[in-house]
């Protein structure tokens, strides 16, 4: 089995996996969002994927390079990646007004799965959640019933995007290992703008998200293949 992908958000930059808890879908977990707006607040660590970035594109009707210009800063690695960059004004999470997500329907994973964190197989595709004690929330009361990992996901549709986020994973690990190939090439820094262009603005939001990634990275192999090595 490869070595699990964490999923970029807080706790994935902010605490090695491997030190928390697991939750397994079926387990109780009776965390319930009380609505203070503290993991909004202060927040310089919220990496997007390219889902991330289209479903606030389709949210807000504008062109994914644009949400990006306004909202977003490129992250550091060899890999070219966005990160939601802090509001000049208040220091919180661009989004975050008047004590609320003002893109809440189309929040990133990394905020729809707090207080966790995930980490996906390489090889399998699947998905593995850890917990982080959160310093906020509520717990669900008896009369709700056995609340499992399995149903606070799927309220937070974060089920319903598994697979994308799984094949998102997948897709980058290989390009990653393919960048590494061009290190030290002086194609590199032109690839790297390519490949953002790829993963994150080459969308139109009326259209499906899925099938257009699977385009951009079609006509990414091809470019890749006809360089030299």
Known sequence: MSRPLPTPGRFAEEADLAALPRVGLDDPFPFVCAGCGDCCRARRDIVLSGLDLYRMARRLRLPPALVAE????????????????????????????????????????????????????????????????????????????VRTLRTCLEESGVLERAGADAFWARSCARLAGRLAALQGSPRLPAVRRRVLRALYYDYDFRDEFAPQLRQNLARLDALLDRLPG
């Open 70 to 145: 306004a909202f977003c800063r490129e992250t550091a690695g060899l890999l070219p990646g966005l990160c939601l960059k802090p509001s000049r004004r208040t220091g919180n999470c661009p989004f975050f007004e008047a004590n609320a997500c003002t893109v809440h329907e189309a929040r990133p994973l990394a905020c729809a799965l707090y207080p966790l964190g995930q980490a996906i197989d390489l090889d399998t595709g699947l998905a593995e959640y850890y917990l982080q004690p959160p310093p906020c929330g509520a717990r669900a009361g008896e009369r709700d019933g």
